[in-house]
């Protein structure tokens, strides 16, 4: 690791850490603090309502005349307090925030009191708080609360910042199976009920809390340090070997790196077959997707990558986010960031087949947080939508951000800033600040100051790097779109030819531009050394070719880099259709299958300039140049593939079969299509699904009713979750039959709530024109709204209705103008909408012409 010099100024204006302690109208006052709590809740999967008992140890710490605590959508039977065996009674009325306020008639001195609340609620059919799910004619009760959804169960002190103990009890009839966060205490049955009490729980929010009642089945996960059983919906408990087996090593793994040992009693997993979200971290209880769960006992190789991964991430939550949390919901991308970057990290150790170490991650957070009206991940957060707003940048912007620091500081470092910051805050909460001290403390720079720059304000640097030495910073943005000014700290780490011999070298810059004398005669200059940089880069095109000609000099990491950063170039009008086209071609022919994923990757995200004039053009290009590539690789996986292998024939496959109109390959894939109906496990999903979108976008109409007709049938037939999915989420139809049949299907029972909102997507995606689908939609809204989960509704805009097409954006428009102010956050999702296809327009405005002619000369 090359030693790094900080060259630090405070030049940045950023916004002050948020207030911990103080008192905002959106959150409960410091004046009472709950320090236990019990629930009790008398659930029947059969029975839509339920009533419920709390009792909640409070200390008042000033006086005052009002206790408030959370609610949502419950009826609150009667609520008071007792102190020193004293009932005191509370009229409860309904504040902002669902705050409720309880209020004595005389003033509460301070001291310990117990604030007891008989209540009754209703069973939701929405995926969040605490919902039913109907699934094979069965009814389960599932729980989820992240982020403000406890409240909708039962009445709580419901912010992350209230961690304490809670013992949670619940009657249910007796042949159900009842699972909570914590090892059973005790359990009493009478006349048909039972009621489970479970063990108090350590310290913990209340978004973590979990609860699952349903005739469940289950298998022990062995090998594990506590006690731990895999629910599964009745009838599945073959399908859990996958799991079982390697879930072990996952938690060994991050046990070894935070050096402490698994923090709780037990740990079960369930699979939910209606879940809006891919999983939860509960505490001793993490929730997932079935399809990540129940798996053929030996997935193919890349299909093992998803739900190791999604594994690996909750676990690691135990740690960071169960056992340390963020103070309140505006710092949620401390958990996100470090969870993804723990399972990245778990990923790479474990299973090095998966390629996890040549993920480029940023590249998944670019798109979003190139968006001229994207929020900082770090902003503040009142509501639930503040939350959700740009939640996935949490995530992917978070993790890279980590990697970024990683890759300076060095791994070995960066783990003992994580240690330190366990070991000081567990069973605490934190703030951001936090983690930066720790890692302050294990380099010789200012990682505040960058960190700040990135996480505080939206999207990020275009660097240019003149001839002349001069590097000069600007925030990037799309083609048209307009943004203000700002600076962010960014290291550079540069690897750059100089007469005849390559350097590196480590540099900050922090300021609008800065001179590096040492650049000014380099022949070419890289500056994202192993692409770990959060930031696009331009050079000159004199330099680019001599990079070109010079390719080899990079890793593969670094090649993709290039190609995705010219990609972005153009996108942002710095360059022309012929840089990327020049990079592409440097690059198409490498040796590694990665990178030559990554040079066909770029030229499919060209197909939004793809229409009725070019296709022909278009589809010679693709048959010329890479239909031999596929012939090469032949579209039959074998054992010995590697993981970029597959991934390479999948894109190819999909771009030559939904592009090339090449009658063979559609031929080929109706044979392959109706092989995997007949025997799902004779071929993988990825090819499967594929073969599945070519056969139905070019299959004759006549035909297409059967085609459908066939597919459902193998849909209601499949056992697997994720063939399911294949089946039905590929079908591409666009005639008006089968685009109807497809989205009357999701608003049957076949499809769950959860689900529902993907059907749409694939009709979406399958039209040009989207006239059919408003048609529908208009129709149909109220019943597809009232199925969807409220995280889907809200959005919807942009899930669904992104587009690339004038007509289209002017129907969504239309159709979300009445409605988006009814449903909570879907103003953004519509907004988002509207972003994303103004800036595809643009875009298409900018390049049709350059792409058009392109196309004309490669024939
Ligand atoms: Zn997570």
Not at 364 to 382: C, I, L, M, Q
Not at 484 to 493: D, F, G, M, N, R
Not at 569 to 578: H, K, R, S, T, Y
Request: charged share 20%; proline share 5%; hydrophobic share 40%.
């Amino acid at each position: 690791m090359k030693r790094v010099t900080a060259l630090f100024s405070a030049v940045l204006a950023l916004s002050s850490s948020y207030a911990f302690a103080e008192d905002v109208e959106y959150r409960l006052p410091s004046s009472v603090t709950p320090t236990f709590q019990r629930i009790h809740l008398n659930l029947d999967p059969d029975a839509p309502r339920y009533s419920g008992s709390t009792s909640i140890d409070i200390t008042v710490n000033e006086a005052t005349q009002k206790v408030g605590f959370y609610e949502q959508d419950l009826v609150i039977v009667n609520a008071s307090l007792s102190f020193n065996g004293e009932t005191i009674p509370l009229t409860v009325s309904e504040g902002e925030y669902d705050m409720n306020w309880g209020e004595a008639n005389d003033m509460l001195s301070p001291g310990k009191y117990t604030l007891d609340i008989n209540f009754e609620g209703a069973v939701n059919t929405s995926s969040d708080g605490m919902y039913l799910s109907r699934f094979e004619d069965k009814n389960y009760i599932f729980t989820q609360f992240e982020d403000m959804h406890a409240r909708k169960a039962f009445p709580s002190f419901d912010e992350p910042i209230f961690k304490i103990p809670y013992q949670m009890s619940i009657s249910s009839p007796v042949h159900q199976v009842v699972v909570s966060n914590t090892p059973v205490e005790k359990e009493v049955t009478k006349d048909g009920v039972k009621t489970v009490t479970f063990e108090k729980t350590k310290p913990m929010p209340t978004y973590l809390i979990a609860y699952t009642v349903g005739p469940f089945d289950s298998v022990e996960m062995t090998g594990l340090p506590v006690p731990g059983r895999l629910y599964v919906p009745k009838g599945y408990a073959d399908k859990t070997a996958f799991v079982v087996k390697h879930t072990p090593e996952i938690l060994a793994s991050l046990e070894n790196f935070f050096g402490i040992k698994y923090p709780y009693k037990k740990m079960d997993f369930v699979a939910v077959p209606n879940f809006t979200h891919g999983a939860m971290e509960n505490v001793g209880l993490i929730t997932y997707r079935d399809s990540l769960l129940l798996l053929e006992d030996e997935p193919s190789l890349t299909e093992r990558s998803r739900p190791l991964n999604v594994i690996a991430h909750e676990l690691a939550h135990q740690w960071f986010g169960n056992l340390v949390t963020m103070a309140w919901w505006d710092d949620l991308w401390l958990n996100e960031a470090f969870a993804s970057w723990a399972a990245s990290y778990v990923m790479k150790e474990l299973y090095p087949e998966l390629n996890y170490a040549d993920r480029i991650v940023q590249e998944g957070a670019f798109g979003a947080d190139a968006s001229p009206t994207v929020k900082p991940v770090k902003k503040e957060v009142r509501t639930q939508p503040d939350v959700m707003d740009g939640l996935g940048l949490n995530y992917s912007k978070g993790e890279s951000i980590l990697q970024m620091i990683e890759s300076l500081i060095g791994t070995d470092k960066f783990r003992e800033g994580v240690r330190a910051y366990m070991k000081e805050h567990a069973w605490g909460n934190t703030v951001a600040d936090d983690l930066w001290r720790a890692l302050d403390g294990v380099s010789d720079f200012n990682l505040s100051a960058m960190m700040k720059a990135y996480l505080e304000q939206p999207g990020y640097p275009l660097i240019h790097i003149g001839t002349d030495g001069r590097v000069v910073q600007s925030r990037f943005h799309y083609a048209g779109a307009t943004v203000e000014p700002q600076t962010w700290a960014i290291p550079l780490k540069l690897t750059y030819k100089a007469n005849g011999k390559i350097n590196q070298e480590v540099v900050f810059i922090d300021k609008k531009t800065t001179t590096l004398p040492q650049l000014a005669e380099a022949d070419w200059v890289y500056p994202n050394d192993n692409a770990t940089g959060y930031f696009r880069w331009a050079v000159s095109a004199k330099q680019l070719n001599a990079l070109l000609s010079d390719i080899d000099a990079l890793n593969k990491r670094e090649k993709k880099n290039v190609l995705y950063n010219y990609q972005a170039l153009l996108n942002a009008d710095e360059v022309g259709v012929d840089s990327v086209m020049k990079v592409l071609n440097a690059l198409a022919n490498d040796q590694d299958p990665a990178v030559i994923r990554a040079a066909v990757g770029v030229l499919a995200e060209f197909d939004y300039l793809v229409n009725d004039e070019n296709e022909a053009n278009y589809a010679a290009l693709l048959n010329d140049k890479y239909l031999p590539l596929l012939n090469r690789l032949s579209l039959t996986q074998s054992d010995t593939d590697s993981a970029d292998v597959i991934r390479l024939r999948n894109l190819l496959f999909s771009l030559l079969g939904l592009y090339a109109n090449n009658k063979e390959l559609i031929a080929k894939s109706e044979v392959i299509a109706k092989q995997y109906i007949a025997d799902p496990t004779s071929v993988p999903s990825g090819i499967a699904g594929t073969a599945i979108a070519i056969t139905t976008k070019y299959s004759a109409v006549e035909d297409n009713a059967k085609w459908f007709d066939t597919i459902v049938k193998a849909f209601k037939a499949a056992q697997l979750p994720n063939v399911k999915r294949t089946l039905v989420y590929s079908m591409r139809f666009n005639d008006k039959a089968s685009v109807y049949n497809m989205l009357d299907l999701a608003l049957t029972d076949d499809i769950t709530p959860a689900n529902t909102v993907s059907m749409v997507i694939s009709v979406a995606r399958s039209l040009d024109d989207h006239t059919l689908l408003y048609t529908w939609l208009n129709e149909n809204k109220d019943a597809l709204i009232a199925k969807m989960p409220d995280y889907h509704v809200s959005r919807m805009p942009e899930f669904v209705s992104t587009t690339c097409s004038a007509e289209n954006l002017a129907m969504a428009n239309t159709f979300y103008a009445p409605i988006h102010s009814q449903h909570q956050g879907m103003s953004r999702g519509v907004e988002i909408m509207q972003d994303e296809s103004n800036q595809c327009l643009r875009l298409k405005d900018a390049f049709q012409k350059d792409f058009d002619a392109f196309l004309e000369a490669a024939q």
